[in-house]
């Protein structure tokens, strides 16, 4: 069956008057039976974890999150919470490091004993803290874009899997473009490998295209000059690059410099949103494009508000990214599970978003589904970067159905 607590008046809700109800769905739970979990729940709060990188290589990529996430919990707050208690935040930094996301984890679930951690970025720290969550019967909301190959009892992911951004967005370009020749370009870690991985399998097996050139650089590296001379020899019709965090704005500068530019060359990024392009500057991207499954510039009426709600919250200079819209679902899915349940028990959460059929039917990225396998029904988008540092969607997909284990690509 489907949730009852479906938020089908979220464009109600973030309107000027955030507070506003969304109905009769959220119960007042007895004492007895809610609070008896072990988890940090009174009579009036629930106690949740925010997990970021707010210093290092990746805070240009995940301040963004944690923003989202706060206005979300602001927002449900302002409703009256969940099961009529207020969530209290309490926040730790991952700092760019995996193991401090997995002591952080520890801390946050041990010490604080938080119903649920809403965090991560990257794939290394997702599986530097997983053991963590498995171990403690914690609940993490994963927010990034990511390889697939994983489906946790303990971890809702709220990015997509490689199924929904890589193989559609390689279709895209190979149509569009008539690309055939690819230089794959990442980080150094296991998000880009898997995802070039799976990319080259697809590009080579299905596309019939062909592979010129794989390179992968140190996180937080700033020196491209050499394979940007080698990608300026191979001539590949398509750059396809996961660079991540603070490297984007060395890396797409040095192209700029070396006269790889949007008129000359297509390049099609799984790793560039709009937090980046606030570090990268919009004039060193024009003509690029991206691949994911939300942008800022989405013209529906659910997500003008979202976006007014956000910069009303964190500043008119604030933008809006895949990840960190990603970010923002997370507290609604919970809530949704949690008044599903009757229960901030982990196991209890868990089931109902394997069954309920959670959905947001008015999400800022338009309808998303809970699947059993805890990812989301999504469609995704091809969109192509402005001076301006916002980017014109070029192409939409019907909602895919997330596949995290795709056979042929593991």
């Not at 997995?102 to 970025?121: H, P, Q, T």
Request: proline share 3%; net charge neutral.
């Amino acid at each position: 069956m489907k949730s009852k607590f479906v938020h089908s008046n979220w464009r109600k809700l973030m309107g000027a008057a955030l507070g506003v109800s969304l109905g009769a769905n959220i119960g007042i739970a007895s004492a007895a039976g809610v609070n008896e979990t072990g988890l940090a729940v009174t009579d009036d709060t629930v106690k949740v974890g925010i997990l970021h990188s707010l210093t290092g290589t990746m805070a240009i990529s995940e301040t963004g999150a944690q923003e989202a996430e706060k206005l979300a919990i602001k927002q449900i707050n302002d409703m009256g919470g969940i099961l009529g208690r207020k969530i209290e935040i309490i926040q730790e930094d991952g700092a760019s490091d995996w193991p401090t996301f997995a002591e952080k984890s520890r801390k946050l679930l041990v010490k604080d004993k938080v119903a649920a951690v809403f965090g991560c970025w990257t794939s290394a720290s997702r599986k530097a803290a997983l053991p963590v969550f498995e171990k403690e019967n914690g609940l993490l909301y994963y927010p990034t874009f990511y390889e697939g190959l994983e489906q946790s009892k303990n971890v809702i992911y709220t990015g997509q899997e490689a199924t929904q951004q890589i193989l559609a967005g390689l279709d895209w370009v190979a149509k569009e473009k008539g690309a055939k020749t690819f230089y794959l370009i990442g980080s150094d870690y296991i998000w880009p490998r898997t995802s070039m991985k799976i990319a080259r399998k697809h590009i080579e097996n299905v596309l019939g295209g062909k592979v010129v050139g794989e390179e992968y650089k140190p996180l937080g590296n700033t020196q491209f000059g050499s394979v940007i001379n080698k990608i300026r020899l191979k001539k590949p019709d398509v750059i396809y690059a996961a660079v991540v965090g603070g490297s984007n704005v060395a890396w797409f500068k040095q192209l700029k410099a070396a006269g790889i530019t949007g008129k000359k060359q297509t390049l099609l990024t799984l790793s560039v949103t709009e937090d980046e392009v606030l570090g990268i500057g919009g004039e060193n991207l024009e003509g690029f494009y991206s691949v994911m499954k939300y942008f800022q510039s989405l013209d529906n009426p659910n997500n003008k508000a979202f976006v007014k709600a956000f910069k009303e919250m964190h500043g008119e200079d604030s933008v809006i990214g895949d990840v960190t819209q990603a970010a923002y679902l997370g507290p609604w899915l919970w809530k949704a599970a949690v008044e599903q349940a009757g229960s901030f028990d982990v196991d209890k959460v868990v089931k109902v978003s394997e069954t309920a059929g959670i959905e947001l039917k008015d999400a800022p990225e338009g309808y998303v589904k809970l699947h059993p396998n805890h990812h989301l029904w999504s469609k995704t988008r091809v969109a192509k970067w402005n001076k301006d540092g916002q980017a014109t969607v070029v192409f939409e997909s019907d909602l895919i159905e997330p596949n995290p284990f795709p056979e042929g690509y593991q």
